[in-house]
C-alpha cells in the first residue's frame, strides 16, 4: 500500500479556508448589524488572498518538481530508452 502524500499546496488553503469560516462566524454581529459591504467584503478579500496562495503554491512545486526531473531524470525516459534498445536488438 502506498499513502500519497498531500501536497502543501492543498493542505494550507484548506487551513485559511477553515480559519476565514471561523472569523466569518465570529465576525457575524457585524452582518447583524447591517455593515454588509465591510463583512463581504473582508470575506471576498481573504477568499481571493487563498486563491493567490494556492495558486502560488502550486506554480512553486511544478518548479520544483521540474528541477528534480531535469536533475534525477524520470521513469518514463528509462523506459523510453529501454524499450528503443530492445527494438534495436531485434
Known amino acids: 500500500m502506498s499513502s500519497k502524500k498531500i501536497k502543501r499546496s ?4 484548506i487551513i485559511m479556508l477553515a480559519y476565514l469560516a471561523v472569523m466569518a462566524w465570529v465576525g457575524r454581529d457585524r452582518l ?3 455593515e454588509y459591504l465591510y463583512y463581504f467584503g473582508i470575506i471576498g478579500v481573504g477568499l481571493i488572498i487563498i486563491l493567490l496562495l494556492y495558486l502560488s503554491l502550486r506554480k512553486k512545486e511544478k518548479l520544483q518538481q521540474q528541477r528534480e526531473e531535469e536533475q534525477y ?3 518514463e525516459k528509462e523506459e523510453k530508452e529501454n524499450d528503443d534498445k530492445l527494438n534495436d536488438k531485434d
Open 10 to 13: 492543498v493542505i494550507f488553503p
Open 32 to 34: 447583524d448589524r447591517g
Open 73 to 75: 531524470g524520470t521513469y
